[in-house]
């Protein structure tokens, strides 16, 4: 700040708790309506403050999921929405890894055809072939399976250049000095490229971790088995009952759960996490 | 920029680079060649016989009043997400960089959103908004306003938009406070001592130097609320009240997995790739970028 205004530094704190209102509002009033029974839910207005039903409501939806939405625990899906995220980013990040190894410490022919083959992924999201990728898993067997969740979102541009553009700035030297230590190309790899790159696959991690756990056109396509939906594929199909009164309570809870991981990796990570987006994105 | 010092092997490299070729040419090229193949193709009602049409899947998008709704729809929908979370994120990002006590925890409480799911965040929204028993179409009511999304189009227009901007504000965010900690401290000072108050040196001084910034976000926006956005779409209207949120991408899931129309799906994607690359090469070519090859 330049100058002293106490008036402008009212509205600024003003104008910045409005934004927090506002960004939290939706949150709270889904924490609320997970504590109260259906009844005082459904009963417009609904309480703005919690119930006492707190613990009951998470068990139930965790151990006996929702009776009108098929009754699937949504332990489970929590799970499968773990697998997901995880094998998805340290996937993403491992073959990244490797390639942009190759790319940037060999000379070798098709090299530029490598790099362009897998800049190409950037340009194909999921979004825009979804009925011949989903053709493919299925020729393939890979529908209601993990494989099936995970392999075909692993393939990386962005982490790719990430660790291209980190590989770049390490010194010759190291290379070098391992060299004359004996170090083979693999050697070299696991024990000085990854490891000073570990920033990096930090700030990446927290990225694809939160892009996995929200995948959802995906897993709507992949999966039609319940034991292996995904939480946030799962909150849908909750509200979508047909023929039958949606347990708002049940739903709210699980919308909780589907919420807490990703917001709590960015909180706690959050140094790495701004780093990971303003990186991936340069 | 090439590195001095590298590895002299042949076979190497291939076996590293393996993996990822493998997954790219399996999951990405090959669909995507599929699309563009099957987009040249019309199948009979019983799936018995293909025959060779060249254009006429696209021709007959393009006379198809549904398609034309729909590239309509999505252009007011980007075009609306797009404003309202670089509008909001703007004020938000120049007031948190104003602030010199609290900035950590106003900046934590301003990105978390960011982490919730297009598909949770159309959920929340939803419940809010449903018609019966959402707690803010009941104060709405209370002031005279009837709300009801599910019959009225532009209210489920105005509800994902709403839902789709609420998750992108905290992303903005932090890209524009990034860009304003790059405003050199000097240049505002020197404005202020000439006797521009804070309002001018925004306009003149700030704005200009977040241009670019603004230009990169402007297209991630509209890259976000063409492609991501689909959990939103379909959590919160399912495309309707009659295709009034129907966008493009909700569009291709629908004609390719419930009607079946397997040309007039592919069509459709390759026209998306189109936007895709087209959106991609403009940032490539004129956002500054450090990837170089």
Do not use: C
């Amino acid at each position: 700040m330049v100058e002293r205004q106490s008036g402008l530094t009212l509205l600024t704190h003003a104008v910045l708790l409005a934004g927090i209102a506002v960004v939290a509002f939706p949150i709270y009033v889904t924490f609320v309506a997970s504590t109260h029974t259906l009844d005082d839910v459904v009963r417009a207005p609904m309480p703005l403050l919690p119930g006492h039903l707190l613990v009951e409501n998470y068990r139930a939806v965790l151990t006996d999921g929702l009776r009108s939405a098929g009754g699937a625990p949504v332990g489970r899906m929590l799970v499968n929405s773990l697998v997901m995220a995880v094998v998805i980013a340290a996937g993403k990040i491992a073959i990244s890894l490797l390639s942009a190894f190759a790319i940037v410490y060999f000379r070798f022919p098709f090299r530029a055809a490598a790099f362009w083959t897998i800049f190409l992924t950037l340009m194909l999201p999921v979004e825009v072939r979804i009925v011949p990728t989903y053709k493919v898993i299925a020729d393939l067997g890979m529908l209601n399976s993990y494989a099936g969740l995970t392999v075909p979102l692993i393939a990386s541009a962005t982490a790719t250049f990430l660790f291209r553009q980190f590989f770049l700035t390490v010194p010759d030297e190291l290379l070098e000095a391992a060299r004359i230590d004996g170090a083979g190309p693999l050697r070299f790899f696991a024990s000085i490229l990854v490891p000073v790159s570990r920033t990096s696959i930090a700030a990446l991690f927290v990225i694809l971790f939160i892009y996995g756990w929200n995948q959802y056109l995906w897993p709507l396509l992949v999966t039609t088995d319940e034991a292996m939906y995904t939480i946030v594929v799962a909150i849908h199909r909750m509200v979508a009952v047909a023929e039958a009164q949606v347990e708002w309570q049940g739903v709210m809870a699980t919308a909780m759960l589907a919420m807490v991981p990703p917001i709590v990796v960015v909180i706690v990570m959050q140094r790495w996490f701004v780093k990971g987006l303003v990186e991936t994105e340069k | 920029m090439e590195k001095r010092a590298v590895f002299p092997h042949r076979v190497l490299p291939y076996v590293l680079l393996a993996p990822q070729i493998a997954v790219t040419l399996v999951f990405f090229v090959w669909p995507a060649s599929q699309a563009l193949y099957q987009s040249l193709l019309r199948q009979d009602a019983f799936g018995l016989r293909t025959s060779f049409v060249g254009l006429e899947n696209f021709a007959a998008l393009f006379r198809d009043r549904d398609y034309l709704h729909a590239v309509a729809v999505t252009a007011i929908f980007s075009a609306s997400v797009s404003a309202l979370a670089l509008s909001s994120a703007l004020v938000l990002a120049v007031m948190a960089d104003r602030v010199v006590r609290g900035g950590r925890v106003y900046r934590t409480l301003l990105v978390w959103p960011y982490a919730v799911a297009p598909a949770v965040a159309g959920v929340l929204w939803l419940f809010l908004f449903n018609p019966t028993l959402g707690i803010v179409a009941f104060a709405l009511r209370q002031v005279g306003y009837r709300w009801n999304h599910l019959l009225n189009g532009d209210q489920a227009m105005a509800l994902v938009v709403l839902a789709a901007a609420w998750k992108q504000v905290s992303y903005n965010f932090i890209f524009f406070l990034a860009g304003l900690a790059g405003v050199g401290r000097a240049v505002l000072e020197a404005a202020a001592i000439d006797g521009a108050g804070p309002a001018r040196r925004f306009v003149s001084i700030v704005f200009p130097l977040l241009s670019p910034t603004m230009f990169f976000l402007v297209v991630v926006n509209i890259v976000y609320a063409f492609f991501e956005t689909f959990g939103i779409v379909h959590a919160v209207t399912g495309g309707g009240p009659a295709r009034a949120t129907e966008i493009l991408v909700f569009k291709v899931f629908r004609d390719g997995f419930v009607g079946l129309d397997l040309g007039r799906s592919a069509a459709q994607s390759v026209i998306l790739m189109a936007i895709v690359i087209g959106l991609t090469v403009v940032q490539f070519r004129y956002v500054e970028r450090k990837v170089h090859y």
